[in-house]
């Protein structure tokens, strides 16, 4: 199996899954089953875009933009908070199990959600959602009204932002950013966080063709860090 940061088997570096997935996806399943320390290498990565590797005979510097995508239980036997299945686990185990993933790994992840098991009969009745086209739309208008914005700035996403383009192109209301204050106290969450929910916010105001980031926007990006309100 390679490794994240190299493929190994020799002295001389070579790149592994995250410079493999540069300009594309890496998915993890079953992120706390990975070892701490392997999961501990992903920090640069997705703070630089780029990995290092040192050895004797050389240190290699490789691309690594990539978009992380990550799924886990939230607990071990999986059913915490199944209205359908009783959770066995301990509070202990639960919080042994989610300590695998270090808070500064986390903080660097802009959305964690919860994915709930559909029932039977939504999965069976006429699916009611936007269509896949309207979405589409949606999506590539966001697209062409982010690359006008960083046209000077060399950025291709919101994502791509540093602290300067945040104070640039994510300036808040009164209101949002009361808001914004008010869930910082109370969650505890760090400034990277600060910097992610103001990133997730920018987007949601694209996609909703808003010029400025209000309050719902914000609302909704908080809502999109659940760990960091301790719920699954």
């Given at each position: 199996?390679?490794?994240?940061v190299?493929v190994?088997?020799?002295?001389t ?6 410079s ?10 079953e992120?706390p089953e990975?070892k701490r320390?392997?999961?501990?290498v992903l920090?640069?990565p997705?703070?630089?875009?780029v990995?290092?590797v040192s050895r004797?005979?050389a240190t290699v510097t490789?691309?690594?933009?990539f978009v992380?995508?990550?799924a886990m239980n939230p607990?071990p ?6 209205p359908?299945h009783?959770c066995?686990?301990t509070?202990?185990m639960?919080g042994r199990?989610?300590?695998k993933?270090?808070g500064?790994?986390?903080?660097r992840?802009d959305?964690h959600v919860n994915?709930p098991?559909?029932?039977y009969?939504?999965?069976s009745?006429?699916y009611?959602?936007?269509r896949?086209e ?7 208008e ?5 690359l006008?914005?960083f046209?000077?700035d ?6 791509h932002m ?5 104070k ?5 209301s009164?209101?949002?950013?009361s ?5 910082m ?7 990277r966080?600060?910097s992610?929910i ?6 949601v ?5 808003a ?6 926007h914000?609302?909704?990006a908080i809502?999109?860090?659940?760990l960091?309100r301790?719920q699954v």
């Amino acid at each position: 199996m390679q490794s994240l940061v190299e493929v190994t088997g020799g002295q001389t570096p070579r790149p592994g899954e995250v410079s493999l997935a540069h300009h594309g996806i890496l998915f993890l399943d079953e992120l706390p089953e990975f070892k701490r320390n392997v999961l501990e290498v992903l920090r640069q990565p997705l703070e630089n875009v780029v990995v290092t590797v040192s050895r004797a005979v050389a240190t290699v510097t490789y691309p690594a933009q990539f978009v992380l995508v990550a799924a886990m239980n939230p607990c071990p036997c999986g059913y915490l908070g199944d209205p359908a299945h009783q959770c066995t686990c301990t509070p202990g185990m639960t919080g042994r199990y989610r300590s695998k993933i270090s808070g500064p790994l986390m903080d660097r992840i802009d959305i964690h959600v919860n994915v709930p098991s559909v029932p039977y009969k939504e999965l069976s009745g006429d699916y009611s959602g936007e269509r896949s086209e309207i979405l589409r739309q949606r999506v590539s208008e966001a697209r062409e009204r982010q690359l006008k914005r960083f046209k000077d700035d060399k950025l291709f996403a919101n994502g791509h932002m540093k602290t300067r383009h945040i104070k640039k192109y994510c300036s808040l209301s009164g209101e949002a950013h009361s808001l914004l204050d008010t869930a910082m106290q109370r969650l505890g969450l760090s400034a990277r966080a600060y910097s992610r929910i103001l990133k997730v916010a920018r987007t949601v105001a694209d996609l909703d063709s808003a010029e400025s980031i209000a309050s719902d926007h914000i609302s909704e990006a908080i809502q999109y860090r659940m760990l960091d309100r301790g719920q699954v």
